[in-house]
C-alpha cells in the first residue's frame, strides 16, 4: 500500500521536511491553517489509529515526542500548541496514513465549532 505520505518519507515527491528518523517524519503543510502546521507521519503506512497494534507503540510515541521537539524548534512550546489526530469519515480525515497535525502560531479558537 502507498501514499502520498508514504512517497514523502521515500523522498519520492517533494516537501518541506522539517525532521526524520527510522520512525516518523515530520514536513509542513501544504496548506497551512495556523502559521505553523507541520505534520508528523508514521513512516511505515498505518491508515488510521483504529489500525494501531501494540507493535505501533514506539511509533506512535515517538510521534508525540517528535511533536514536543518541533513545538520548541518552532518557536510554539511556551504559547501554546494543538496536537491533533483525525480518524475516519465524521473526523474529516482526508489521507489515510497516520499523521498528526502540530498547529500553533496563533491563537486556534476552540477545539470544535459548537452546532
Ligand atoms: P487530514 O485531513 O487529517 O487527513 O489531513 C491531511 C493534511 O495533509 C491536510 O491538512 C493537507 O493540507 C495535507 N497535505 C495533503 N497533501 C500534502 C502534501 N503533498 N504535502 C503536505 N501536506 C499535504
Redesign the pocket.
Known sequence: MTT??AQ?VRGE?P?DIIYQDDLVTA?????P?APV?I?IVSNEVIPTVNDLTIEDEQVAGRMMLVAKKIAEQEGVAESGYRL???CRDH??????HL?M?LLGGRPLGPMLARQ
Open positions: 502520498i505520505f514523502i515527491i516537501a514536513f509542513r503543510d501544504i496548506h491553517l502546521h505534520l491533533l489526530i483525525n473526523a474529516g480525515q482526508e489521507v489515510y499523521h497535525h
